[in-house]
């Protein structure tokens, strides 16, 4: 079936745009539904990311697909592996970047990133300077850019490129020549009162901004910050919106924005009134409420769209993670955790491992454990598997690299 993943989000911004307000859905964690894999997905295939003692890689890498590569990028290790699109290791890009702050522009088809230049020891009110006078060219020298061009298929070459003012703020690339800076800082030794959570440019020009904030003391971002959650919405200039502490779903298309959905969660589940009158004295109070509300929830997130089903997510204070599906023509939510494997995606646990996507194709990434676990576990159903897995699952080992699972959602 052809996925169509604008479908969903053009009725919601026709229904935005037409002055109706946004849909209200009442939500309770607990009471999310189980289900078969299958009913969401459609296993595509899988790639065999292969494994030698140079390839090998931790599973908290990050992995990130390019036209022609996955790069993995093994923080724990600082080290850079290049595998092709069937899996086969390519080469170990020799590098010594701080992988932080790395983007992948798919028009150029290079990674970038940008590093502090360790030359400098920069104090808190120094970096706040620099934020509110970004444009300024002296401000530069402070940061060093690099990309690798993967247009170069023999020597992946590390090399400098001039930064910009834009790259001072973190921006995350959007369409037409804009970029968006949805970064929340909150400093005491900013000149400026107040800023805005999300901001729009193009070029150094300032086109739009969403959510004001108090960037001198704000109790909700003072000594921890935020970020505004911008996620890929269906069409090359929509994104969904989301932001800590609101649980109001928003698509950004162009440069305005529309709110979609309205979640009401459990009184247990959602930051009470008095949260946002706090004026939190330290960061060791900060923390200390944080810890002992850690069930609250503090940002929702919205992914990965079909013409039906949205993966949805929801973050709490200590950063625990519930992942949901939710299908948008019944309105019910299903439990990732109460989601099963079937026969027609091999019992693998796909949807709960849901890692990246390249283009509007997801990939799943299943540790090698996690595989053989699952083939023991069905071997008296006498599946018959793709040849290539059925080659992984005889010859692998606890210790080989994961598999990825591609797939797409179902509409």
Request: aromatic share 16%; proline share 3%.
């Amino acid at each position: 079936m052809p996925f169509k993943p604008i479908a969903v989000l053009l009725f919601c911004l026709t229904m935005a745009n037409s002055g109706n307000a946004q849909e209200k859905i009442y939500f309770e964690p607990k009471f999310a539904a189980a289900a078969k894999q299958s009913q969401f997905i459609h296993y595509n295939g899988a790639v065999i990311l292969e494994t030698t003692p140079e390839s090998k890689f931790d599973k908290y890498s990050r992995i990130i697909a390019t036209k022609n590569y996955f790069v993995v990028c093994d923080y724990s290790a600082k080290k850079m592996l290049l595998f092709d699109k069937t899996g086969r290791f390519v080469t170990k890009i020799k590098n010594k970047l701080d992988f932080n702050r790395l983007n992948y522009n798919e028009a150029t088809d290079r990674l970038e990133v940008v590093n502090s230049n360790k030359m400098y020891r920069l104090t808190s009110k120094d970096n706040a300077q620099i934020q509110e006078d970004y444009t300024n060219p002296k401000n530069r020298k402070y940061y060093l850019k690099y990309y690798i061009d993967f247009r170069d298929t023999v020597n992946f070459t590390v090399h400098k490129q001039k930064i910009s003012s834009a790259d001072i703020l973190n921006p995350v690339a959007y369409t037409d020549g804009k970029h968006i800076v949805n970064q929340i800082l909150v400093n005491k030794n900013f000149a400026n009162e107040q800023d805005y959570e999300l901001k729009i440019f193009k070029g150094d020009s300032l086109l739009k901004q969403y959510f004001p904030y108090k960037k001198k003391n704000d109790s909700r971002y003072i000594f921890d910050g935020g970020t505004v959650a911008v996620t890929y919405g269906g069409s090359i200039n929509t994104r969904w919106i989301t932001h800590p502490y609101d649980y109001v779903v928003y698509a950004l298309q162009n440069d305005s924005l529309y709110k979609v959905y309205d979640f009401v969660l459990p009184l247990e589940r959602a930051v009470p009134g008095d949260f946002f009158t706090r004026e939190f004295q330290s960061k060791t109070e900060k923390d200390n409420y944080l810890r002992q509300n850690r069930k609250l929830i503090k940002q929702l997130y919205m992914y990965n769209l079909s013409s039906r089903y949205l993966s949805f997510a929801m973050q709490s204070m200590q950063y625990e993670r519930l992942q949901f599906i939710f299908d948008t023509q019944t309105k019910t939510f299903y439990n990732t955790e109460k989601i099963s494997g079937d026969s027609l995606t091999y019992y693998l646990p796909i949807t709960k491992n849901q890692s990246f996507n390249d283009g509007t194709v997801m990939y799943a990434r299943v540790g090698a454990d996690e595989v053989l676990k699952t083939y023991e576990e069905h071997k008296k159903d006498n599946l018959i598997y793709p040849p290539q897995l059925e080659a992984y699952l005889k010859n692998a080992t606890a210790e080989s690299n994961p598999v990825l699972i591609n797939f797409t959602y179902r509409n």
